[in-house]
């Protein structure tokens, strides 16, 4: 690539002398059915660290056999796990949390050795799913519904909610131990089974994960199949053993789970990507917005669906928002996950990737957009790409259109605030967006007409276990997170009885 940064934008890099795992911190390479780890029968994969470009680990592909077996496994656990009180489940849920809990450093180096992430990012990505286990454990045991009642004369009404059955589940690359707890978590908290396609990319966590909990699962109620989308994701959304399949991943991925799953007419829940617009009236408090972005643009090196990557700044106040957020940005650390507890960011998780993020940058520099900050790759081994602030970024630009993915936020300006919401709203997108304004109106009504799932007000990509999590438009439907994730994961029957005399 053409693209490149200053020669002064250095990467932090960890002492040869300390690696970040250990002789036995590998879960088995194979797949996890039925309360046990087998020998894959397809070709092993390399686990490349992102730092370096080296090999750290071989996982075989899975198959359409041993997807059949793990199915298998999880259709003949259905019934038994579907029938325990939610008192049973709940308990079961807090002995994973506290097993997490108890192994919180160890997955936290495994996740940052796959994916390359600072180790606040991965200690985050720990807590946080130990959070969704403990959620749900108490959720389930607290869901609410319809109230009986006798609604047609002398016929008494009353609502359940029943497991569906057993849920396929693809996660995703970026957050590969978290988005699988907020999967795994509300699916067996609601009564079902589940076989779970971790990222072939980053498989190192879930594997681990199902080691951690294979003696407190029933065999059979969780499994893993790794291996690529095209075969094991294709059987799970085909299957007719499966009574669902919920995605985390790429719109290109959706479609494909979607149209898999068709044939079946089985539910289907996506969350997929994401392009935040952060809109910034004159009124804003500038360094406040500037200082939240440095987080919320770059959080994960910008690998976040949710990410502010799209800034649409009023016109009169660009040039000093714009001073603040390369000033803000052009402090965080990069590095290694083992060069410091300080590092902010680190490299992308692939050098597919890290291509793809580059493509862009030097597209937008071909069509005359500035890089404010960065603009390309650090040099060295590993896929770094700096910080970047993109600025002259004309309405309707690629950069700002699509999802980069990356470490890049783009600053557009606007002149009022018709023309803000059209253009926030003007991207095929629908996860996320934030408002930033001290007008209480403005921040109610403008809320109010930005198509997006999650709309925050003076912050942005602050989450939370009892709020949902999902979007609108090709951000795909179904929600993470909050009793209504449960709702996703179960079916409503009308149970109807005639009480005459």
């Not at 059955?165 to 089974?193: D, E, F, H, R, S």
């Amino acid at each position: 690539m053409s693209v490149s940064v200053p020669s002064t934008t250095s990467i932090r890099r960890a002492p040869g002398s300390e690696p970040l795992l250990a002789s036995g911190d590998l879960a088995p390479a194979g797949h996890f059915i039925n309360g046990a780890f087998q020998p894959g029968s397809g070709p092993a994969r390399q686990v490349i660290d992102p730092c370096t470009g080296e090999t750290i680990a071989s996982v075989a592909d899975g198959t359409v056999e041993e997807v059949d077996a793990a199915v298998a496994a999880a259709l003949a656990a259905k019934d038994a796990w579907g029938r325990l009180v939610p008192k049973e489940r709940s308990e079961i849920l807090h002995r994973i949390a506290d097993r997490l809990a108890e192994n919180a450093e160890l997955l936290a180096r495994l996740e940052s050795a796959n994916c390359g992430k600072p180790s606040m990012v991965s200690e985050d990505d720990v807590a946080g799913t130990i959070d969704t286990f403990r959620f749900m454990a108490g959720a389930l045991r607290a869901t609410t519904s319809m109230a009986a009642g006798e609604y047609a004369q002398d016929h008494l009404s009353l609502i359940l909610r029943e497991p569906l059955g057993v849920v396929g589940v693809v996660t995703p690359w970026n957050y590969p131990l978290l988005m699988a707890a907020w999967k795994i978590a509300p699916i067996l908290a609601a009564g079902n089974t589940l076989v779970l396609k971790p990222s072939e990319q980053t498989p190192l966590t879930t594997l681990k994960f199902a080691e951690l909990v294979a003696d407190i699962l029933p065999a059979g109620v969780f499994n893993v199949v790794a291996g690529a989308g095209s075969v094991v994701g294709s059987r799970l959304s085909e299957h007719p053993n499966v009574d669902m399949i919920a995605l985390t991943g790429s719109v290109r991925s959706g479609r494909a789970v979607a149209r898999g799953a068709a044939e079946s007419l089985k539910r289907v829940h996506l969350e997929l990507g994401g392009k935040a617009p952060v809109v910034v009236f004159a009124d804003a408090e500038l360094a406040a917005a500037a200082e939240s972005l440095r987080a919320a643009g770059y959080w994960n090196s910008g690998q976040e669906c949710g990410a502010g990557c799209r800034v649409l700044v009023h016109e009169s106040v660009a040039s000093a928002f714009t001073d603040l957020l390369v000033k803000e940005v052009g402090t965080l650390v990069v590095g290694e996950p083992g060069a410091g507890s300080d590092v902010e960011i680190g490299p992308l998780t692939s050098k597919e990737h890290f291509e793809r993020v580059l493509g862009y940058l030097e597209r937008a520099q071909a069509q005359g957009i500035r890089a404010a900050l960065g603009g390309g790759a650090i040099e060295g081994p590993g896929y770094f790409v700096a910080p970047t602030v993109l600025v002259d970024v004309p309405d309707g630009a690629e950069c700002s259109r699509e999802e980069i993915f990356g470490p890049v936020v783009t600053v557009e300006t606007f002149s009022d605030e018709a023309e803000a919401i059209a253009r926030a709203n003007d991207v095929p997108f629908g996860l996320a967006a934030s408002v930033w304004t001290n007008d209480a109106r403005r921040s109610h009504s403008v809320a109010s007409k930005l198509d997006f799932g999650t709309v925050w007000v003076n912050s942005h990509l602050v989450l939370a276990n009892e709020v949902p999590w999902g979007g609108f438009k090709g951000s795909g439907y179904g929600r993470d997170l909050s009793v209504y994730a449960l709702d996703d994961y179960s079916r409503t029957k009308h149970v109807m009885h005639h009480q005459s005399r």
